[in-house]
C-alpha cells in the first residue's frame, strides 16, 4: 500500500510504502525538515 503523508512542521509531502496495516506506532521522519511524526495522523489519502 502505497500513502501520501504530510508533514505538520513544513508541511510538505511524500509518499510511504507499507506491506501492513498502519497502527499508531508508525513513525516517518520527514525527508525535508527531519521531524519524526505519526504516519496514521498525517496520512492526506491512500494511493
Known sequence: ???L???PKCK???KYS???LIS???KKR????GKSFSVRQNTIQKI
Open 5 to 7: 503523508l504530510q508533514c
Open 12 to 14: 510538505n509531502r511524500m
Open 30 to 33: 520527514c525527508v525535508y525538515c
Open 18 to 20: 507499507s506491506a501492513g
Open 1 to 3: 500500500m502505497m500513502f
Open 24 to 26: 499508531e506506532k508508525n
